[in-house]
């Protein structure tokens, strides 16, 4: 077994592309639900929102990809009003059905043979999406890195997503330590007192809607962009449910607890996986085959959510002091 | 009869002499009135939960609204200050019609309300928990929220300004600690400070007292009393008629939604409708545990 | 390595819906009486060249061939009951059905245009699911089909909502009590088995350890703990994630149907087509419903379960035991579960999602009917499954979900409550 490739792949995951979609995704979520404690399981929806604004401007209509970014937040700004202006007074659990449904809801329209002009049906849209992202690459055509396996093209995604998400990270942390974080705070630990001290609730739920929406989007213009394809039964509310996971991992209304938990939930699964697999092509396990790796790897993943919602829901690096508070 | 009455209250003094020639019958109008209801009802299936011809609230008094458990007094609380929405029913803060505004809208119309369960918000210090009521910030607004010069100064005038009132409810050493660890009777406190934070011309109380141990209790009334000499009005919600006895200036009895009597506490103790619609609820048991004198009154009453 | 697998999964998906994408919409014909088509792959490509024929009670038969856009048009001499055969030699290659033997069904044209869906796949199954037909005909099999579709829904959502009732728990792992039940069912059914003899088996087994042995391991210890609603629930989809994948490890991803009544020939009753299975197992789920409600109304445990349900703290204050009520709920849930898992087995396959695929479905039936009333989840279910049938009058089979959704999410807007639900007291 060649331990420094399993490494060099690993890290290569926790860090990739797959994962800064993950993490755009779960730095929205922070805000809706580890601030503000929105139940929000549409998460995907927002995702969803983002990757086919690109999809449609650029491949069906053949616009410009910085076009289609604008869309994309006007698209995903719509879609948390239209979420958001019914449901928000809804009760939490209520809330979690509606948005998981809608979620489901649009990727059935999307996926639909009705709409295939638009989106492409359940093929979805591949096609040379993101050139112009791409025709921006500084790297020397002839680029490659000495250790880790990203190709020129993955890397210069991985730089600009990177350094996206940590602007975004840098934004969360100026919100929440503003008096509009404390808003929010309150409104997720008692909504009733928020009100009563004269705070308009629906307004703030709304903002927080929209604002973490708005930066899932980016998950999805990224997903577009780097892997050139939007397929709608990528869309499946189990990436709502993983990007939960990330979050619950990393710790919930911790400004770095999207990053930590998106590098470690992709450095264990990855690993995990790297190691599974090559246990078994080399023999070393034969009472499983190389496929079953993703099926154990997906399990360990629900049980991993369980896990630590029942154990530590206030993430892994638990506060003491928040930890006391739950002992109660 | 008011011998108790502390001299150094002007507060108390004045609304004493307001309500002294206030009639002692219910819907009785008063001099200076904050809050006037009329016809708020409200069901819940069969059941006429609230059902309020006419009340009024003479402001800088303290007021408690009694009746036994189930009269209503929650529920026209949660109908007068939002939270609930009324079958019929019109009512005035300053004489502004209020019936249907939001309550968020309300608390900052001046009216504040606390709640019978405690709502500290535990995850977050007890600063935190006040800064929060303080009202028309413009860091809460999402645009400023980013730039800190466009709210610091605002912030820390706040800051003083809760400092002051922790102070006074002996709040001011725990700061930075998580509300959730507060005690139940701090909880308590701090939610009224909050409450006062609001800066409301009336603050209407949910069973202040519920909860909280005996002995933290007298300090308690002592808090109620001080906003009511600083110039707020007081209404509060109490099953026990021996807490009110005390503190309150003006008491309004309910009993199954409706208003059966108005007066000073120790006119209403002794009304024998009052004392049957308690023992008509409770069978007397926790009332002659409660107060023997009241036991006394009532066969005083009844003869 | 995730990419190489969700691939692998979104074929899956294709297969699996394969005859949800199928029915395309049939032109319009000269002939007055035609049975009309479109053959679609699950890529959505138009697979032309198929040759399809009538063969009426009298003996004659006709032939159509699908064309460059998969459309084939039979003209029929005149109504009746005909044989329509699929020559299953002209399919190209890689498209297949998904039993041999359901590419020969038998149906009554009473006159017009006659659509009839057929379900193909790429390398996978799936098989003439369903037809359908012009005007008040097709009204009548689709209002049949829903009540079918809602006694499966309905079986499924009442032990969500007893669960929900006597607990507070919002168990998004409910739809995988379905799949275990129909695996379970599948796994003694492929070691010998009759299925007549593995499904009550499989229920009582499901029953008693996915039902009773979840809670005891599972969430009377969370309640112990005092953990959350929200917590819970998402501990629930933790469970459900793990529990899906599970089956994928030891059954793999592809659909599988049991070994008897797999292909059962379809009959006529009238104007509805339908199989002899689909019709019993109706009528046990009937059965199973009626006993469920005549055991709350009238047992003890039952009428302790409404009592839990009004307000569990009061119930247990005048003595009734709380946790036993508990797991008695389980018990039922996961059995009347497993039911609904091996009817759909049956009826369609076993495939590693199909909990998942219903949950939401069962979600739309009991917010409908009102969460925690157990008449309103049937009530719900009835008028979901039904929904969802006449629905696709409207609109394409392949969006069906879609109106459920919507419904459902409009009824949370304007009755929260539900149908047959309590409005709540406020503060």
Do not use: C
């Given at each position: 077994?060649?331990f420094?490739q399993?490494?060099?792949?690993?890290?290569?995951?926790?860090?990739?592309?797959?994962?800064?979609?993950?993490?755009?995704?779960?730095?929205g979520?922070n805000?809706?639900?580890?601030?503000?404690?929105?139940?929000?399981f549409?998460?995907?929806?927002?995702?969803?929102?983002?990757?086919?604004?690109?999809?449609?401007?650029?491949l069906?209509?053949?616009?410009?990809?910085?076009?289609?970014?604008?869309?994309?937040?006007?698209?995903?700004?719509i879609?948390?009003?239209l979420?958001?202006i019914?449901?928000?007074?809804?009760?939490?659990?209520?809330?979690?059905i509606?948005?998981?449904a809608?979620?489901?809801l649009?990727?059935?329209?999307?996926?639909?043979i009705?709409?295939?002009?638009?989106?492409?049906?359940?093929?979805?849209?591949?096609?040379?999406?993101?050139?112009?992202?791409?025709?921006?690459n500084?790297l020397?055509?002839?680029?490659t890195?000495?250790?880790?396996?990203?190709?020129?093209?993955?890397?210069?995604?991985v730089?600009?997503?990177?350094?996206?998400?940590?602007?975004?990270?840098?934004?969360?942390?100026?919100?929440?330590?503003?008096?509009w974080?404390?808003?929010?705070?309150g409104?997720?630990?008692?909504?009733?007192?928020?009100?009563?001290?004269?705070?308009?609730?629906?307004?703030?739920?709304l903002?927080?809607?929209?604002?973490g929406?708005?930066?899932?989007?980016?998950?999805?213009?990224?997903?577009?962009?780097?892997?050139?394809?939007?397929?709608?039964?990528?869309?499946?509310?189990?990436?709502?449910?993983?990007?939960?996971?990330?979050?619950?991992?990393?710790?919930?209304?911790?400004?770095?607890?999207p990053?930590?938990?998106?590098?470690?939930?992709?450095?264990?699964?990855?690993g995990?996986?790297?190691?599974?697999?090559?246990?078994?092509?080399?023999?070393?396990i034969?009472?499983?085959?190389?496929?079953?790796?993703g099926?154990?790897?997906?399990m360990?993943?629900?049980?991993?959510?369980?896990?630590?919602?029942?154990f530590?829901?206030?993430?892994?690096?638990?506060?003491?002091?928040e930890?006391?508070?739950?002992?109660? | 009869?008011?011998?108790?009455?502390?001299?150094?209250?002007?507060g108390r003094?004045?609304?004493?002499?307001a309500?002294?020639?206030?009639?002692?019958?219910?819907?009785s109008?008063?001099?200076?009135?904050?809050?006037i209801?009329?016809?708020?009802?409200?069901?819940?299936?069969?059941?006429?939960?609230?059902?309020?011809a006419?009340?009024?609230?003479?402001r800088?008094?303290?007021?408690?609204?009694?009746?036994p458990?189930?009269a209503?007094?929650?529920?026209l609380?949660?109908?007068?200050?939002?939270f609930?929405?009324p079958d019929?029913?019109?009512?005035?803060l300053?004489?502004?019609p209020?019936?249907?505004?939001?309550?968020?809208?309300?608390a900052?119309?001046g009216?504040?309300?606390?709640?019978?369960?405690?709502?500290?918000?535990?995850?977050?210090?007890v600063?935190?928990?006040?800064?929060?009521?303080?009202?028309?910030?413009?860091?809460?607004?999402?645009?400023?929220?980013l730039?800190?010069f466009t709210w610091?100064?605002?912030e820390r005038?706040?800051?003083?300004?809760?400092?002051?009132?922790?102070?006074?409810?002996?709040?001011?050493?725990?700061?930075d600690?998580?509300?959730?660890?507060l005690s139940?009777g701090q909880r308590?406190?701090?939610?009224?400070?909050?409450a006062?934070?609001?800066?409301?011309?009336?603050?209407?109380?949910?069973?202040?007292?519920?909860?909280?141990?005996?002995?933290?209790?007298?300090?308690l009334l002592?808090?109620?009393?001080n906003?009511?000499?600083?110039?707020?009005?007081?209404?509060?919600?109490?099953?026990?008629?021996?807490?009110?006895h005390?503190?309150?200036?003006?008491?309004?009895?309910?009993?199954?939604?409706q208003?059966?009597?108005?007066?000073?506490?120790?006119a209403?103790?002794?009304?024998?409708?009052?004392i049957?619609?308690?023992?008509?609820?409770r069978?007397?048991s926790?009332?002659?545990?409660?107060?023997?004198?009241?036991?006394?009154?009532?066969q005083?009453?009844?003869? | 390595?995730?990419?190489?697998?969700?691939?692998?999964?979104?074929?899956?998906?294709?297969?699996?819906?394969?005859f949800?994408?199928?029915?395309?919409l049939?032109?319009?014909?000269?002939?007055?009486?035609?049975?009309?088509?479109?053959?679609?792959?699950?890529?959505?490509i138009?697979?032309?060249g198929?040759v399809?024929?009538?063969t009426?009670a009298?003996?004659?038969?006709?032939?159509?061939t699908?064309?460059?856009?998969?459309?084939?048009v039979?003209p029929?001499?005149?109504?009746?009951?005909?044989?329509?055969e699929?020559?299953?030699?002209?399919?190209?290659e890689?498209?297949?059905?998904?039993?041999?033997?359901?590419?020969?069904?038998?149906?009554?044209?009473?006159?017009?245009?006659k659509?009839?869906?057929i379900?193909?796949?790429?390398?996978?199954?799936?098989?003439?699911v369903?037809e359908?037909?012009?005007?008040?005909?097709?009204?009548v099999q689709?209002?049949?089909?829903?009540i079918?579709?809602?006694?499966?829904?309905?079986?499924?959502?009442?032990?969500?909502?007893l669960?929900?009732?006597?607990?507070?728990?919002?168990?998004?792992?409910?739809?995988?009590?379905?799949?275990?039940?129909?695996?379970?069912?599948?796994?003694?059914?492929?070691?010998?088995l009759n299925i007549?003899?593995?499904?009550p088996?499989?229920?009582?087994?499901?029953?008693?350890v996915y039902?009773?042995?979840?809670n005891r391991?599972?969430?009377?210890p969370?309640?112990?703990?005092?953990?959350?609603?929200?917590a819970?629930?998402?501990?629930?989809?933790?469970?459900?994630?793990?529990?899906?994948?599970?089956?994928?490890?030891?059954?793999?991803?592809?659909?599988?149907?049991?070994?008897?009544?797999?292909?059962?020939?379809g009959?006529?009753?009238?104007p509805?087509?339908?199989?002899?299975?689909?019709?019993?197992?109706?009528?046990?789920?009937?059965?199973?419903?009626?006993?469920?409600?005549?055991?709350?109304?009238?047992?003890?445990?039952?009428?302790?379960?409404?009592?839990?349900?009004?307000?569990?703290?009061?119930?247990?204050?005048?003595?009734?035991?709380?946790?036993?009520?508990?797991?008695?709920?389980?018990i039922i849930?996961?059995?009347?579960?497993?039911?609904?898992g091996?009817?759909?087995?049956l009826?369609?396959?076993?495939?590693?999602?199909?909990?998942?695929?219903?949950l939401?479905v069962?979600?739309?039936?009991?917010?409908?009917?009102?969460?925690?009333?157990?008449?309103?989840?049937?009530?719900?279910a009835?008028?979901v499954?039904?929904?969802?049938?006449?629905?696709?009058?409207?609109?394409?089979?392949?969006?069906?979900?879609?109106?459920?959704?919507?419904?459902?999410i409009?009824?949370?807007?304007?009755?929260?409550?539900?149908?047959?639900?309590?409005?709540?007291?406020v503060?």
């Amino acid at each position: 077994m060649d331990f420094g490739q399993i490494f060099t792949l690993t890290i290569t995951q926790a860090f990739g592309v797959t994962a800064l979609i993950y993490l755009f995704a779960a730095i929205g979520l922070n805000i809706q639900f580890g601030y503000t404690g929105l139940l929000n399981f549409g998460q995907v929806a927002f995702v969803a929102a983002g990757a086919y604004s690109v999809g449609v401007i650029v491949l069906t209509f053949d616009l410009s990809l910085w076009l289609s970014i604008v869309v994309a937040l006007i698209t995903s700004t719509i879609l948390a009003l239209l979420l958001g202006i019914p449901t928000l007074r809804l009760r939490a659990d209520y809330l979690a059905i509606v948005t998981i449904a809608a979620s489901e809801l649009l990727r059935l329209l999307v996926r639909s043979i009705a709409f295939k002009d638009v989106f492409g049906g359940a093929q979805g849209l591949n096609g040379k999406l993101g050139q112009e992202f791409h025709d921006l690459n500084p790297l020397p055509a002839d680029f490659t890195l000495p250790v880790l396996s990203w190709s020129r093209q993955d890397l210069w995604v991985v730089i600009v997503g990177w350094s996206l998400a940590l602007l975004f990270t840098l934004f969360v942390w100026g919100l929440v330590r503003s008096p509009w974080g404390r808003v929010v705070k309150g409104i997720r630990e008692d909504e009733d007192a928020v009100v009563s001290l004269g705070k308009n609730v629906f307004v703030y739920k709304l903002q927080a809607l929209v604002i973490g929406g708005g930066i899932a989007a980016f998950g999805g213009i990224l997903w577009a962009v780097a892997k050139q394809s939007v397929q709608p039964d990528t869309f499946q509310p189990d990436f709502t449910f993983f990007v939960f996971t990330i979050l619950l991992l990393g710790g919930a209304a911790r400004v770095f607890g999207p990053i930590a938990g998106t590098v470690i939930f992709w450095f264990l699964l990855a690993g995990f996986g790297e190691v599974l697999s090559s246990l078994i092509n080399n023999g070393y396990i034969d009472f499983l085959t190389a496929t079953d790796v993703g099926s154990i790897r997906f399990m360990l993943m629900g049980l991993g959510l369980m896990l630590l919602m029942i154990f530590r829901p206030q993430g892994i690096f638990g506060d003491r002091r928040e930890l006391a508070l739950d002992a109660r | 009869m008011h011998a108790n009455t502390e001299n150094t209250a002007p507060g108390r003094a004045a609304a004493y002499n307001a309500l002294r020639d206030v009639a002692q019958v219910p819907g009785s109008p008063k001099p200076d009135p904050i809050l006037i209801a009329d016809h708020v009802s409200r069901q819940f299936g069969g059941l006429k939960a609230v059902d309020v011809a006419h009340v009024e609230i003479q402001r800088g008094s303290i007021t408690a609204l009694i009746g036994p458990n189930g009269a209503g007094k929650t529920t026209l609380f949660n109908l007068l200050t939002g939270f609930d929405k009324p079958d019929t029913g019109q009512w005035t803060l300053n004489t502004k019609p209020i019936a249907g505004k939001a309550p968020y809208r309300l608390a900052r119309m001046g009216m504040v309300r606390t709640f019978q369960l405690t709502k500290a918000l535990s995850r977050m210090t007890v600063m935190d928990n006040m800064l929060l009521g303080a009202n028309g910030q413009s860091g809460e607004r999402v645009f400023n929220a980013l730039l800190p010069f466009t709210w610091k100064a605002q912030e820390r005038a706040n800051a003083e300004r809760a400092m002051e009132l922790l102070g006074r409810f002996n709040l001011d050493t725990k700061i930075d600690d998580f509300a959730g660890s507060l005690s139940g009777g701090q909880r308590k406190l701090l939610e009224m400070a909050r409450a006062l934070m609001v800066g409301p011309e009336i603050v209407m109380l949910d069973e202040p007292m519920a909860g909280v141990n005996p002995a933290l209790t007298q300090s308690l009334l002592g808090h109620i009393k001080n906003i009511r000499e600083e110039g707020t009005t007081v209404l509060f919600v109490e099953h026990d008629m021996d807490m009110v006895h005390d503190i309150s200036d003006w008491v309004i009895v309910m009993a199954q939604g409706q208003v059966i009597a108005e007066g000073p506490p120790d006119a209403v103790m002794k009304d024998p409708q009052v004392i049957e619609a308690y023992l008509g609820s409770r069978h007397g048991s926790a009332l002659t545990a409660d107060g023997t004198s009241l036991t006394a009154d009532s066969q005083g009453g009844n003869t | 390595m995730l990419r190489r697998v969700r691939l692998a999964l979104g074929v899956l998906l294709l297969t699996s819906v394969a005859f949800l994408v199928s029915g395309g919409l049939s032109p319009a014909t000269a002939a007055d009486t035609t049975i009309t088509g479109t053959l679609t792959s699950p890529s959505g490509i138009a697979v032309t060249g198929v040759v399809i024929t009538a063969t009426g009670a009298d003996g004659v038969s006709v032939s159509g061939t699908s064309d460059e856009k998969g459309v084939f048009v039979i003209p029929l001499p005149a109504g009746g009951s005909y044989t329509v055969e699929l020559d299953v030699t002209t399919l190209p290659e890689g498209i297949t059905l998904n039993n041999e033997a359901d590419a020969s069904r038998s149906l009554l044209v009473l006159g017009g245009e006659k659509r009839i869906i057929i379900g193909l796949s790429e390398g996978g199954e799936s098989g003439i699911v369903t037809e359908s037909s012009g005007t008040a005909e097709r009204v009548v099999q689709l209002f049949l089909d829903g009540i079918l579709y809602g006694l499966v829904i309905a079986l499924g959502a009442v032990g969500l909502n007893l669960v929900f009732g006597t607990t507070g728990l919002t168990n998004f792992s409910h739809g995988e009590l379905l799949s275990l039940g129909a695996f379970t069912a599948l796994t003694f059914n492929t070691a010998g088995l009759n299925i007549i003899i593995a499904a009550p088996i499989a229920i009582v087994f499901a029953a008693f350890v996915y039902g009773w042995g979840q809670n005891r391991i599972l969430w009377r210890p969370l309640r112990r703990r005092k953990t959350g609603l929200i917590a819970a629930m998402i501990v629930s989809i933790g469970l459900a994630i793990f529990l899906r994948y599970t089956l994928v490890l030891f059954f793999g991803g592809a659909p599988e149907s049991y070994k008897q009544f797999a292909g059962q020939p379809g009959i006529a009753l009238g104007p509805f087509n339908t199989t002899p299975k689909a019709l019993i197992l109706g009528a046990l789920a009937i059965l199973a419903l009626a006993a469920t409600v005549v055991w709350l109304q009238r047992s003890r445990i039952g009428k302790a379960t409404r009592a839990v349900s009004d307000n569990p703290a009061l119930a247990s204050a005048t003595g009734i035991d709380v946790e036993r009520v508990i797991s008695v709920v389980w018990i039922i849930g996961a059995g009347l579960a497993a039911f609904a898992g091996i009817y759909l087995g049956l009826t369609q396959n076993t495939v590693w999602n199909m909990g998942q695929r219903i949950l939401l479905v069962l979600f739309a039936a009991v917010i409908l009917g009102g969460l925690g009333t157990i008449y309103g989840a049937i009530v719900g279910a009835m008028v979901v499954g039904i929904f969802i049938q006449m629905t696709t009058l409207v609109i394409p089979t392949e969006m069906k979900t879609v109106g459920a959704l919507f419904l459902m999410i409009l009824i949370l807007l304007v009755r929260p409550q539900g149908l047959l639900g309590r409005k709540e007291r406020v503060g």
